[in-house]
């Protein structure tokens, strides 16, 4: 093969156009019941949403801001449901969900929570932490 027609992309040396990532997103009824009241009446939410979709769907490990990572790891949600995380889509709203897998990646949204709500707050409410920790293993998740 001539040498002008081997990187026809004109790609640079060992580079590879990189694929889409096959990401399935599930959603719990929470995340549904959440979403409709945290962020469909509210476009700026809405929009920023969307581009934490955008980059999941094109590089799940790929952190939205600084506030994308995981809870702490010694904490109530780590040890009930090991890997969760969660990133802020306003400065008190942030989606918790879960990466799981690979080709197919499985995302796991779990919904819409204020600190408060989650007991992450000034100050941190030790009860609510647990109590919603241990609501979040018994989620379902349906596939959309």
Do not use: C, W
Not at 57 to 67: M, V
Not at 84 to 103: C, E, F, P, Q, R
Not at 110 to 115: C, D, I, L, R
């Amino acid at each position: 093969m001539p040498s002008n027609i081997q990187n026809p992309r004109n790609l640079p040396a060992n580079t590879q156009a990189q694929q889409p990532a096959n990401v399935r997103f599930r959603r719990s009824p929470e995340y549904k019941e959440t979403y409709l009241t945290k962020v469909n009446p509210y476009e700026s939410v809405r929009n920023k949403f969307r581009e934490f979709m955008e980059l999941k769907r094109n590089d799940p490990n790929q952190a939205f801001g600084k506030s994308d990572k995981h809870f702490l790891g010694d904490g109530f949600f780590t040890q009930q449901v090991p890997g969760l995380k969660h990133a802020h889509i306003t400065s008190d709203l942030s989606i918790v969900y879960k990466i799981s897998g690979k080709n197919p990646t499985e995302i796991y949204l779990y919904g819409f929570y204020t600190h408060d709500e989650l007991g992450t707050g000034q100050p941190p409410n030790i009860r609510r932490q647990s109590s919603v920790a241990k609501s979040f293993r018994s989620y379902t998740f349906t596939e959309e």
